[in-house]
């Protein structure tokens, strides 16, 4: 099965540059499963949902069509990485007490990768799905500055899937018992240089560079600079998440 490669020649930036999930969330994901054994990691990347996702499971099985990918994710003990498409992972039926996607549902064949979880699922096991939008900075003229950068120079730059983000995934068809999660979002505390390690991880900024072999980063960056002040200093970051949690039909 083919997949939509957009990050593979960007590993090591993801790597180093996407925020942190927090704990708070995969202790929720967690809290609705009755057993703890084995979660199933869709969509890898590098690992950011999986290495959550060990501190509440036994074993961790992370799977990524990426090579890539996989070559630059984080190592933990308990973590399996292994190169398949999450439409056709390969591992045992009925063997997961959650399947997850992270920043990934908008990337796959949703019911294609939906039939693979149900195979996956133990009997009362669950499914959790979900991804981040735009970032939202401290000062609104960083905002404004940002959003320009994102909704208009980069606008026909970004890949139609990424409405499906964000929509919240709400558009989607999700075929189980839905259940109703408390709100979460992303935060983080970064200096410029960390927030423009991040932009370059956009699809969009790809493949505007890619189309122009100019990195449209470097054209924002000096505005940026001019109202962040000390580059050096760490300012507020956050992104809503938006997750869909369900149970398997009786």
């Known amino acids: 099965m083919t997949f939509k490669d957009h990050f593979s020649q960007r590993a090591a930036l993801y790597a180093a540059c996407r925020p ?14 009755a057993a703890h054994d084995l ?3 869709c969509g890898t990347g590098n690992g950011q949902a999986a290495i ?31 190169v398949a498409p999450a439409e056709q992972t390969g591992a045992e039926s009925h063997s997961a007490d959650l399947v997850t996607a992270a920043q990934a549902l908008h990337w796959l064949n949703a019911p294609a990768f939906f039939a693979e979880a149900t195979r ?20 609104q003229h960083l905002q404004n500055l940002l959003h320009t950068f994102n909704r ?9 899937e990424r409405q499906l983000l964000l929509d919240g995934y709400q558009t989607i068809d999700f075929p189980f018992v839905e259940l109703t999660p408390p709100p979460f979002e ?10 423009l390690g991040y932009l370059r991880t956009w699809s969009s900024a790809a493949r505007y560079a890619e189309l122009h072999g100019v ?11 001019s109202e962040w002040g000390d580059p050096a200093t760490a300012r507020p970051i956050r992104w809503p ?10």
Do not use: C, M
């Open 20 to 33: 942190h999930y927090p704990d708070s969330l995969f202790r929720y994901v967690a809290s609705v499963t």
């Open 39 to 41: 979660a199933i990691d």
């Open 52 to 82: 959550g996702l060990a501190e509440h499971f036994t074993h961790v099985i992370a799977i990524d069509p990426s090579s890539a990918q996989i070559d630059k994710a984080t190592p933990r003990a308990n973590v399996e990485y292994r």
């Open 120 to 139: 996956l699922l133990k009997s009362d096991g669950a499914i959790a799905v979900w991804g981040y939008g735009d970032p939202v900075l401290d000062t």
């Open 152 to 160: 208009v120079k980069l606008e026909q730059y970004w890949f139609a």
């Open 186 to 195: 992303l935060r983080a505390s970064w200096t410029l240089a960390e927030l």
């Open 215 to 225: 990195d449209p980063v470097s054209e924002l960056e000096p505005s940026l600079a």
């Open 241 to 250: 998440l938006h997750l869909r949690v369900g149970k398997l039909r009786a």
